[in-house]
């Protein structure tokens, strides 16, 4: 395998970020493993080109005392670095449901906040997901009868609810950030639950990838290639269904399922997402809502009722989606 120089690639990759981001103070999210722990080392080689480090790391008490000992490493780090560091600490005992998604949530909802306070909203958090990160995602949204957004899995620059997530190695083979860590002698703490295979995604790289392997020894690469053209076929459906949305005439709350039943399915499909997240404003529950809408465009329907989030409820009746804002006390969930 090729080496990838890993400096050499973070400069080619901010330099071609948007100019407004390349002044914008940056949030390096460490968690003291391998991967943050190489980004911020390569970072802290380009500081002198960059704008103002931080870093950011969140402690969920999961693995007393290695989780404690993690923190306590990333300080003394950011104080010889002199580099400010800002950390969060949660207590997962409390949490309900997924605990991963739980976690996701809390470490992009405190991202966001330091952004907003510290930053006065002009910041952006870099990540270090590498190219088998992408191709663990795609496979578990494969798993999971993802779509093709899902497929597409991470993006290098994502706006996610107004945070900039940069992620400047997503293409970058595992082994190019190994090879660095043996050459520069990096130290970093080794996450013990990686091991564990209660998680999809730990299966996923401990048990399928290495399967996957054996018939494609290229298999990360190729899953990060199908990705990519994943995004590349949901943009350009994307753009088709705003301009179907944009031609068509009538109420902006109402959708005619002949002129819809004229396209193809997975236009259909992308319209009907379109048209929801314009019209109610907010992410709806689309593997539960566009099967039902899909049934009524394949063959008319009998008269029906679907509520949706923030209170809005959808009329099928006559040919015609009906989209009405409901009162919160008489809302209910489909």
């Not at 973070?10 to 390096?28: D, G, M, T, V, Y």
């Not at 780090?77 to 580099?83: F, G």
Request: proline share 5%; charged share 30%; glycine share 4%.
């Amino acid at each position: 395998m090729s080496r990838v120089d890993l400096k050499k690639r973070l400069r080619e990759r901010f330099q071609k970020l948007p100019a407004a981001l390349r002044s914008a103070p940056i949030l390096i999210a460490v968690s003291s493993g391998m991967d943050s722990s190489v980004l911020a080392s390569v970072a802290l080689e380009l500081r002198e080109i960059l704008p103002p480090l931080h870093f950011a790391h969140v402690n969920y008490h999961l693995r007393i005392p290695d989780s404690d000992h993690e923190e306590a490493f990333l300080r003394e780090w950011a104080r010889r670095e002199r580099i400010p560091i800002f950390v969060k600490s949660l207590r997962p005992q409390r949490r309900q449901g997924n605990l991963q998604a739980w976690a996701r949530a809390e470490r992009l909802q405190f991202f966001a906040g330091i952004v907003k306070r510290r930053f006065k909203n002009h910041g952006q958090v870099w990540l270090a997901h590498h190219q088998r990160d992408q191709a663990e995602t795609i496979l578990s949204r494969i798993l999971r009868g993802a779509g093709l957004q899902g497929i597409a899995g991470m993006q290098i620059l994502e706006n996610y609810r107004g945070l900039s997530l940069f992620r400047p190695w997503l293409d970058v083979p595992h082994e190019a950030i190994e090879i660095y860590v043996r050459a520069h002698s990096l130290k970093f703490h080794q996450d013990k639950s990686n091991d564990s295979d209660i998680y999809l995604r730990n299966r996923i790289r401990r048990r399928v990838l290495p399967l996957l392997s054996k018939e494609n020894p290229n298999v990360e690469e190729v899953l990060y290639i199908l990705g990519a053209w994943s995004r590349e076929a949901h943009e350009a459906l994307e753009i088709l269904g705003k301009a179907w949305l944009a031609r068509r005439r009538g109420p902006p709350k109402e959708l005619k399922l002949a002129a819809l039943r004229r396209e193809p399915r997975a236009l259909a499909a992308v319209i009907l997402e379109l048209w929801l997240h314009q019209q109610t404003g907010s992410e709806q529950s689309w593997k539960e809502v566009l099967p039902r809408l899909l049934q009524a465009w394949e063959s008319p329907l009998p008269p029906q009722e679907i509520w949706l989030k923030n209170c809005y409820r959808l009329n099928l009746q006559a040919g015609r989606l009906l989209l009405r804002r409901a009162a919160r006390k008489n809302f209910r969930s489909s």
